[in-house]
């Protein structure tokens, strides 16, 4: 956490996907850097969005798969589960 007396050279407001890449490219850069963010850095895809939803999709394409399984071959004795 920053002191009141710090300068920056640059202030981003927003942890996003956008505000976290320009910050990080901005320190590599040498740049006193400082973010605001109201919320967890990394944003609304990151945490409630894209992230979140992929994930739960994958779960689901995945047990689609194994309970075809058997159209290849493949022997699964019980029926998947999604906890």
Known sequence: MADRGDT??????????AGYAAAF??????????MVEKDKVGGTCLHRGCIPTKALLHAGELTDEIRHAGDFG??????????
């Open 8 to 17: 920056f050279d640059l202030v981003i407001l927003g942890g996003g996907n």
């Open 74 to 83: 493949i022997i699964v004795q019980d029926e998947p589960q999604v906890d």
């Open 25 to 34: 490219r901005a320190a590599s850069l040498g740049m006193a850097v400082a």
